[in-house]
C-alpha cells in the first residue's frame, strides 16, 4: 500500500511540474509563419482564417518532404511568387480589396501564452502574411520543423490527453 500511495505522489508531483513551465524555447533555427488579420471585426478574423488554412496546406506540400532548414528556407524562396499569387487568388475569389503583403525574413513577435507556456517576443525568421493594415489578432505557428504542418496533413482533429491527468481528474 506504501508504495501505491508513493507511486501515486511521484506521479502528482511530475504532473503538477509539468504544469509549471513558464517558457519554452523554440530552436533558433527555427522557422515560423504568422498570419495577421486587419482587425478583430468577424469578418477579417474569416479571411484571417481562410488564407491561413490555405498556405498552411500549401507549405506542408511544399515542405513535407524537406529534411532540414537550409532546404526549408530555399524552398520558401524560391516559391513567394506562388505564395503571393495563391494569397491574391484567394482575396480575388472573396471580393476582399484590401492590400496584403507577404514577407519573408526576420519579423518581429510578440510575446505570446498558449496553454500555459509563454513564447518570448522576438525577430524571427518568418514566413509572415500581413492582411490590409494588420492590427487584427494573428495567428502563428512553427513553420519548418514543420510543427504546425502536421496539423495541415491530418483531416480529422486528434484531441492529445493525459492518462494520469484523466486518473487525477477522476479521483480528486
Avoid at 500500500?1 to 511521484?10: A, H, T
Avoid at 518570448?120 to 494573428?138: A, C, P
Wanted: one cysteine or more; proline letters at 2%.
Amino acid at each position: 500500500m506504501k508504495k501505491l500511495i508513493l507511486v501515486i505522489f511521484l506521479i502528482i508531483v511530475f504532473y503538477v511540474s509539468l504544469g509549471h513551465v513558464s517558457s519554452l524555447v523554440i530552436p533558433e533555427d527555427a522557422l515560423r509563419i504568422r498570419v495577421i488579420a486587419n482587425s478583430n471585426s468577424e469578418y477579417d478574423q474569416n479571411i484571417k482564417k481562410i488564407v491561413k488554412d490555405d498556405i498552411q496546406n500549401k507549405m506542408y506540400t511544399l515542405l513535407k518532404d524537406t529534411t532540414n532548414v537550409f532546404e526549408a528556407k530555399q524552398i520558401i524562396s524560391d516559391n513567394l511568387d506562388n505564395i503571393d499569387n495563391e494569397i491574391n487568388t484567394i482575396l480575388k475569389s472573396l471580393n476582399y480589396n484590401l492590400s496584403y503583403d507577404v514577407n519573408f525574413g526576420l519579423n518581429y513577435f510578440p510575446s505570446k501564452e498558449y496553454k500555459g507556456i509563454i513564447y518570448n517576443e522576438g525577430y524571427y525568421e518568418s514566413l509572415v502574411i500581413t492582411l490590409g493594415e494588420g492590427k487584427g489578432d494573428n495567428w502563428w505557428c512553427v513553420l519548418f520543423p514543420p510543427l504546425c504542418l502536421i496539423e495541415a496533413e491530418k483531416s480529422d482533429e486528434v484531441e492529445y490527453t493525459s492518462f494520469v491527468k484523466e486518473l487525477l481528474d477522476k479521483y480528486l
